[in-house]
């Protein structure tokens, strides 16, 4: 079983900072091989990819949208992924999740498909006003 738990979302002006974090608890297999992802949902819409990280945080994956003003990282011994947002716009208000991948051979780059992804936290809110 794993548990995933967001953390650090809330309201921000547009052009500010947030930094997400998402806390893993796992029994078994151990976060350091799970390749992590971060989703977003706006409002009224589907599901959206925004960054992913491999297991050893060598290789990452960003959706256009984010890229050059969003960072993903994670720290092993902490089992904790984070996503550092910067530049932030309007358009980036959503409840942001982030989900582990449990394949033992994950793709690289790593999978930007909701449905490839085995566990999902609760969400958190991040709200951009302008």
């Known amino acids: 079983q794993v548990q995933l738990v967001e953390s650090g979302g809330g309201l921000v002006q547009a052009g500010g900072s947030l930094r997400l974090s998402c806390a893993c608890a796992?029994?078994?297999?151990?976060?350091?091989?799970?390749?992590m992802g971060w989703f977003r949902q706006p409002p009224g819409k589907e599901r959206e990819f925004v960054a992913a990280?491999?297991?050893?945080?060598?290789?990452?994956t960003y959706a256009d949208s984010v890229k050059g003003r969003f960072t993903v990282s994670r720290d092993n011994a902490k089992s904790t992924v984070y996503l550092e947002m910067n530049g932030l716009e309007p358009g980036d208000t959503a409840v942001y999740y982030c989900a582990a991948d449990q394949r033992p051979y994950p793709p690289i780059p790593q999978s930007r498909r909701v449905a490839e992804y085995d566990y999902w936290g609760q969400g958190t809110q991040v709200t951009v006003s302008s």
């Open positions: 796992a029994s078994g297999r151990t976060f350091s091989r799970y390749t």
């Open positions: 990280i491999s297991w050893s945080g060598s290789s990452t």
